[in-house]
């Protein structure tokens, strides 16, 4: 099957809560907005980050230009890379539903990204 890019995205990812100061663990919130397939034009996530680990997971939402929205749960992987402040993102989203044209959506896809802080 072809790859095939969902979504083009400039993100804002924020640390909006930190749930164990020892491990470190984190709730990050993110917003995206850019262009895709299937018309998708924004997305949004929360998820939870073990920075020790890099390990992380949670729910996503892409929304199209009509406002129909698909939902989805992921998990994800930080990678440092070479360069100090960037990191390599790999990870898997499952399709859990959505609203108007993806009402009943399910299935799974895989991304990756590259984070700058």
Do not use: C, H, W
């Not at 995205?9 to 640390?15: G, Q, R």
């Amino acid at each position: 099957m072809p790859k095939e890019t969902i979504l083009v995205i400039e993100d804002d990812s924020d640390i909006v809560e930190i749930i164990d100061p020892a491990v470190p663990v984190v709730r990050v919130a993110s917003s995206a907005s850019g262009s895709g397939s299937f018309g998708v034009v924004g997305y949004s996530s929360g998820d939870i980050v073990n920075l020790a680990t890099g390990a992380g997971a949670g729910f996503n939402r892409f929304i199209d230009a009509g406002g129909d929205e698909l939902f989805g749960n992921f998990t994800v992987q930080l990678i440092p890379t070479s360069e100090p402040g960037v990191i390599d993102l790999i990870g898997t989203m499952i399709f859990t539903g959505g609203t108007g044209s993806f009402f009943g959506a399910t299935g799974s896809a895989g991304f990756t990204g590259q984070g700058v802080f």
